[in-house]
């Protein structure tokens, strides 16, 4: 079956660190994009960052660069994000999705059901 | 960075209905605009890709159409499966990626 599937969610202090992890499987996973894409309860859709296929290059908001990093393990088939110094505004369903790639490809074919990541003391 | 607004916000219809979501633009964007569905506590789902490209398996009671910086969603004739929200997406450029508000189809 043709699916992502997310974990690592969870209750984290301010200021403290979480991953998440996606992984993947019944494609080729080499030859899509990767996003982590969030939303806020009650809130829309809020794209997050992204990930070529082969990690070459990465993409953020600008309101996670530099506490934000995405990555991902080919080999496993898997999607990371380490998130750190984590804000009370980060408190998010947080959904790993695929996108074809190239120019023509940069929309969400495949979504996971996310992981819910709550920020609060 | 490019912001897209959605009108309406919130589209009161009954089954049946044809309805129209609009999704603008702040520059254009070509036709690099997909929509997407998302149903209560559910992840989104790629309707339309490419303004007007039905995605596989999509009912053909959907439909887009636009390019630069004005875009629509059409659904034919409404059917009880289809109350959720649309989300217009843009994908002008891949290292910034932005959603609409998004649009709620509830029912009337």
């Known amino acids: 079956e043709v699916q992502l599937v997310e974990s690592g969610g969870g209750l984290v202090q301010p200021g403290g660190s979480l991953r998440l992890s996606c992984a993947a499987s019944?494609?080729?996973?080499?030859?899509?994009?990767l996003s982590w894409v969030r939303q806020a309860p009650g809130k829309g859709l809020e794209w997050v960052a992204n990930?070529?296929?082969?990690?070459?290059?990465?993409f953020y908001v600008d309101s996670v660069k530099g506490r934000f990093t995405i990555s991902r393990d080919n080999a496993k088939n898997s999607l990371y994000l380490q998130m750190n110094t984590l804000r009370a505004e980060d408190t998010a369903v947080y959904y790993c999705?695929?996108?074809?790639?190239?120019?023509?490809?940069?929309?969400?074919?495949?979504w996971g059901r996310g992981t819910l990541v709550t920020v609060s003391s | 960075d490019i912001q897209l607004t959605q009108s309406p916000s919130t589209l009161s219809a009954s089954v049946g209905d044809r309805v129209t979501i609009t999704c603008r633009a702040s520059?254009?964007?070509?036709?690099?605009l997909a929509w997407h569905q998302q149903k209560p506590g559910e992840a989104p789902k790629l309707l339309i890709y490419k303004a007007s490209t039905l995605e596989s398996g999509v009912p053909s009671r959907f439909s887009g159409s636009g390019s630069g910086t004005e875009f629509t969603l059409t659904i034919s004739s409404l059917q009880p499966d289809d109350f959720a929200t649309y989300y217009c997406?843009?994908?002008?450029?891949?290292?910034?990626?932005?959603f609409g508000p998004g649009t709620k189809v509830d029912i009337k």
């Open positions: 019944g494609f080729t996973f080499t030859n899509y994009y």
């Open positions: 990930i070529k296929h082969d990690g070459s290059e990465t």
């Open positions: 997406q843009q994908y002008n450029s891949y290292s910034l990626l932005s």
């Open positions: 999705a695929r996108a074809p790639g190239g120019k023509e490809g940069g929309y969400f074919d495949l």
């Open positions: 520059q254009s964007i070509s036709s690099w």
